[in-house]
């Protein structure tokens, strides 16, 4: 009996795993890839207004007198001491992964689709900066930001529920207080619609991360002989060429071009640009963006 190649009987297993499980495959998939990385993240120790205790530290001049621990003072001579407590954050983290038709691509069975990969680092990143006592956002969702143990859960279901749309641009967020983004798309789409709509979130005080996640034979152009070109959006017309080869350099051109001028955008904005290929680990995309998001934990 022939045996089953190891990426069909990994699938297999993965199958059973969500019907025995009864969640969705992107929530069992974002905390499998969590937990990976988990016991290399520390929790924030960062002194601010929160609830738990961090450490005492001695008064010094400039110090309010109502944060003094008189209790802990008492037992040292001549000394008071300030009661610390973890820093809470109060802002939201924002993620948006890109609707459009053209995330539902994968050039082969044994890679994800941009959006299915999209959506997994998404919802692993809300379940870790959750668990660091961030609050998490859907961008362009009604529902209010999660927190807390089932926020992970909650996101999921937020994401799977987003329909297709030609409306492709990230959303504008207009809460009040800091916003950071994590906007995640191949971008794919026209420069000036790009660049005004990045400058208007900026306009609002939005701090974003991009993430141009494409397929590698977006980036490759493996294409030879005669090939039809069909796009996932069933409005868009097929293309026809007799000898793909003939584009490459063209192509390839074009595609560094408009990575370029994402970058340079970016940077032009104060934001950072990263690139995530669906062949390529996504653990250490996730581990990039947290610590983006996070700077002050260490890895």
């Given at each position: 009996m022939q045996k089953?190649?190891?990426v069909r009987?990994?699938?297999?297993?993965?199958?059973?795993?969500?019907?025995?499980?009864?969640?969705?495959?992107?929530?069992l998939e974002a905390d499998h890839l969590v937990n990976t990385i988990i016991a290399g993240l520390h929790g924030r120790r960062r002194a601010g207004a929160g609830e738990t205790f961090w450490q005492y530290r001695p008064y010094v001049q400039g110090d309010i007198s109502t944060q003094i621990d008189w209790r802990q003072s008492a037992r040292s001579a001549n000394r008071l001491y300030i009661r610390q407590r973890?820093?809470?954050v109060a802002a939201t983290a924002w993620l948006w992964r890109d609707p459009g038709h053209s995330l539902d691509y994968s050039s082969s069975r044994e890679l994800p689709t941009?959006?299915?990969?999209?959506?997994?680092?998404?919802?692993?990143?809300?379940?870790?900066?959750?668990?660091?006592g961030e609050r998490v956002g859907y961008a362009g969702a009604t529902r209010r930001p999660f927190i807390g143990r089932k926020a992970a859960e909650q996101f999921a279901g937020e994401i799977l529920s987003q329909p297709f749309s030609d409306e492709r641009l990230p959303p504008i967020v207009s809460s009040a207080g800091q916003k950071k983004s994590v906007l995640l798309s191949d971008f794919f789409i026209a420069p000036d619609l790009l660049e005004t709509r990045f400058k208007a979130m900026a306009a609002e005080g939005t701090q974003a991360h991009l993430v141009q996640v494409v397929d590698p034979s977006e980036e490759d152009y493996p294409f030879r002989g005669r090939t039809e070109f069909l796009s996932r959006n069933p409005n868009d017309p097929a293309l026809l060429f007799g000898d793909a080869a003939a584009i490459a350099?063209?192509?390839?051109?074009?595609?560094?071009?408009?990575?370029?001028?994402?970058?340079d955008i970016c940077r032009h904005l104060g934001?950072?640009?990263?690139?995530?290929?669906?062949?390529?680990?996504?653990?250490?995309?996730?581990?990039?963006?947290?610590?983006?998001?996070a700077p002050e934990v260490l890895v």
């Open positions: 089953t190649p190891p009987s990994e699938m297999l297993h993965h199958d059973a795993e969500f019907a025995s499980t009864g969640l969705p495959p992107l929530l973890e820093w809470e941009k959006k299915y990969r999209s959506e997994v680092l998404a919802t692993a990143l809300c379940a870790l900066l959750t668990r660091a350099r063209e192509y390839r051109r074009l595609f560094k071009a408009h990575r370029s001028w994402l970058a934001w950072t640009f990263s690139i995530h290929r669906t062949d390529h680990s996504p653990e250490t995309a996730l581990i990039s963006l947290y610590r983006t998001l």
